[in-house]
């Protein structure tokens, strides 16, 4: 019988069978422990090349630019950590791994541990780059940066005049293509499937010896 820890109360549940597109929740805290995800690793894989090619603009280019006193200045997302650089270096690293490092770095790990399954390429390190992932998908907080910057806004509109800029949309899609692979990436069914075909690989070897 093959069962399930539960990450937060540590409940040992046996794996249910359900269909795609639906979860299994822990029957002590009510929180998931086994998604059936939709998306195969070529679907992750192509999705996570999207997100990090869209990185760069969303960061660089201005979200906002800000007109008072006949004076016009953008600011771009890479800016938010460096002005609490020299006043607050804390809340400036913390803003920075939570609003750059960690979601370029979550793809990074969902695009490599998919193109791995893919090509059934199995190093040694593969399931540390699946701890890694399950650790920073609670990191990647893009969705409270957008929350921030749409408070800011609704606040600055009372004082000058705000125009969007090109970067904001990037940003946009950047955060939808995001949510779509936490929504939908099953650090289980990766565990699943690195089991299933490592051992099939193994019995061929097997077999060809």
């Known amino acids: 019988m093959k069962t399930i820890i539960c990450r937060h109360c540590d409940m040992v549940s046996k794996i249910p069978f359900i269909s795609r597109k639906h979860v299994a929740k822990c029957s002590r805290c009510n929180s998931t422990v086994y998604k059936n995800t939709k998306f195969n690793p070529p679907a992750m894989l192509a999705l996570c090349l999207t997100a990090l090619f869209i990185c760069y603009p969303a960061f660089i280019l201005p979200l906002i630019s800000l007109h008072m006193l006949k004076i016009t200045e953008g600011t771009a997302l890479i800016d938010g950590p460096l002005m609490f650089l020299h006043s607050d270096p804390i809340v400036a690293i913390t803003v920075f791994f939570c609003a750059v490092v960690a979601p370029v770095l979550l793809l990074l790990s969902i695009a490599y541990s998919s193109l791995c399954i893919m090509i059934n390429h199995y190093p040694i390190y593969l399931p540390k780059v699946f701890k890694l992932t399950r650790a920073l998908i609670h990191w990647s907080m893009l969705d409270v940066y957008m929350l921030s ?53 193994h019995n061929q070897l097997k077999v060809n010896c």
């Open 149 to 201: 910057i749409l408070v800011s806004i609704s606040k600055l509109l009372h004082y000058a005049d705000l125009y969007v800029g090109i970067g904001f949309y990037f940003f946009v899609a950047l955060l939808l293509v995001d949510m779509t692979i936490i929504a939908n990436y099953s650090n289980d069914y990766y565990w699943k499937l690195f089991h299933q075909r490592n051992h099939e690989h």
